[in-house]
């Protein structure tokens, strides 16, 4: 059986997000078809529409979400019709190099849904990060989904299937900050926040949100953050090394994305520090720095992909500290929209004005 249900669709580069309705084949061996909850709205939504990622359009957006397993594949056991699930977008193969290692959370094969959605007319559409969520039904490879407790806010821990994960997963995953630490983000939307309270679920000392939009630092504040630097004035750099003793930070973690950024990380952080980059670059960016200050300075460059997350692992963990009070998942929820709102979650995410805007179906 095709399921018809309304989703937003990007059709070609720049063009306003639309409503279509698409056609949701039921699941084969492997697949879970999800009913959706809620999805955030995330830049990367905004990078797919921009045709930063790549030219596959049409795009079916949305990849923030939380929904209820509906049906199965044949082979399914992960999970079962019923089940409340979080989406992610790295389903671990198990056997490659990675996973036979024991470091499923690098897996290089992960894998998506192996049958298409497409648009009435047969067009197939690229699912945003292999999920496509802002629609009523999705589907999904069994192992994008991970089964989480049913009470908690969907809107809230859905949240998790990207942007927050990313942002918590950069600092206590990547950055392996630890108690005593200094850490600094720079860039604190979504991304960022959630690095910021990942510090500080961590146990980082000092944990220095840097940001050009003065409303952004304010909540990062809220969420962790002990000391802010405003950069639209400016290079951070010094503040931040004044702020860590005239040293820098042993962590600082660029959740935007561009040259200027990752420079400005590079040097504000401690001889042997560590900078993790998980902001997402466009592919014209290129960065030149002296070869000899990479070798001088010591310590680690790393990419963040994900937070380098196990979903299995850390999405039930956090869910589990929310409830205790320990992190403050509901702070990152800015606003509860409907799916034909994505244009102007677009508009207000470009003006700072929201952390998350969250799309409830
Ligand atoms: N690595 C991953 O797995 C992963 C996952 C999700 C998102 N991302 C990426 O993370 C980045 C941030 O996503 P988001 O949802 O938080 O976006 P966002 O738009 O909500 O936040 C970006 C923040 O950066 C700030 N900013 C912009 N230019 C700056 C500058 N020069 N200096 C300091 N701050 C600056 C903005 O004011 C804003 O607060 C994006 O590139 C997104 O694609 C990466
Ligand atoms: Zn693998
Ligand atoms: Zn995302």
Not at 226 to 254: K, M, N, Q, W, Y
Request: net charge negative.
């Amino acid at each position: 059986m095709v399921h018809k249900v309304k989703a937003a669709v990007v059709r070609s580069k720049n063009a306003d997000v639309t409503l279509e309705t698409i056609l949701v084949p039921d699941p084969g061996p492997g697949e879970a078809l999800v009913d959706i909850l809620t999805c955030g709205v995330c830049h990367t939504d905004l990078h797919y529409k921009q045709g930063a990622i790549n030219d596959d359009f049409p795009f079916l957006l949305g990849h923030e979400a939380t929904g209820v397993v509906s049906a199965v594949g044949p082979d399914v056991t992960e999970v079962a019709p019923g089940d409340r699930v979080v989406l992610n977008w790295r389903a671990v193969c198990g056997e490659c190099r990675a996973c036979r290692r024991g470091q499923p959370q690098y897996c290089f094969n992960t894998h998506n849904a192996t049958q298409k959605m497409t648009l009435e007319d047969g067009t197939e559409l690229t699912a945003a990060l292999g999920i496509g969520a802002f629609a009523e039904k999705t589907l999904v490879a069994a192992g994008q989904c991970t089964k989480v407790d049913p009470d908690a806010d969907p809107a809230a821990v859905g949240l998790l299937g990207c942007g927050v994960m990313a942002g918590i997963g950069a600092a206590i995953n990547t950055g392996n900050v630890q108690r005593g630490d200094s850490v600094a983000v720079i860039g604190c939307g979504g991304v960022g926040v959630a690095a910021v309270a990942g510090a500080a679920l961590a146990g980082a000392t000092t944990v220095i949100a840097v940001d050009i939009d003065a409303k952004k630092l304010q909540r990062a504040k809220d969420l962790g953050a002990t000391h802010t630097v405003d950069s639209s004035a400016g290079d951070p750099v010094e503040a931040i090394r004044e702020l860590t003793g005239g040293f820098g930070a042993d962590v600082v973690i660029d959740a935007v994305g561009r040259p200027e950024t990752y420079k400005q990380a590079f040097y504000a952080r401690d001889l042997a520090g560590t900078v993790v980059l998980v902001g997402v670059p466009s592919p014209e960016m290129t960065l030149e720095l002296p070869l000899l200050d990479v070798f001088g300075r010591g310590g680690s460059l790393k990419s963040s992909w994900y937070g380098d997350c196990l979903p299995s692992r850390d999405f039930p963990t956090l869910i589990s500290l929310y409830r205790q009070g320990k992190l403050d998942l509901d702070a990152f929820v800015t606003e509860r929209i409907t799916i034909d709102q994505i244009e102007e979650a677009f508009t207000k995410m470009h003006a700072g004005a929201v952390l998350r805007s969250v799309v409830e179906l």
